[in-house]
């Protein structure tokens, strides 16, 4: 079992900056990836980063590539999520998941965060 919490949402105004943060407990001593997603009112959950086990590879969707960055601190079991430039359409809250090896689909991922809410002022 892994445990997942994320830190790091609030509001900001369009054109800022924020850090999102996953930590990890639990059985991490298995690598996991890590996926982030997030979720509007209304609208499925999507897809937004992901980070491999050993933290080799990225992948970002079309939307964000550009603005956001993951990374991973292993000795902090912490997955990073820098997002820049935020548009008031990325207002939603954010997820982190892990699986053994991920994917772009929220089904790819069999542990969850409770999320973070990150909302973009116009």
């Known amino acids: 079992q892994v445990q997942l919490v994320e830190f790091g949402g609030g509001l900001v105004q369009a054109g800022g900056s924020l850090r999102l943060s996953c930590v990890a407990s639990g059985r991490t001593e298995s690598t996991y990836a890590i996926g982030w997603f997030r979720q509007a009112p209304g609208k499925e959950r999507e897809f937004v980063a992901l980070?491999?086990?050993?933290?080799?590879?990225?992948s970002y969707a079309d939307s964000v590539k550009g603005r956001f960055t993951i990374s991973r601190d292993f000795a902090q079991n912490t997955v990073y999520l820098q997002i820049s430039s935020l548009k008031p359409e990325d207002s939603a809250v954010y997820f982190c998941?892990?699986?053994?090896?991920?994917?772009?689909?929220?089904?790819?991922?069999?542990?969850w965060g409770q999320g973070t809410q990150v909302t973009v002022s116009s």
């Open positions: 980070i491999t086990r050993t933290g080799a590879r990225t």
């Open positions: 998941s892990a699986d053994r090896f991920g994917g772009s689909s929220p089904s790819q991922y069999s542990y």
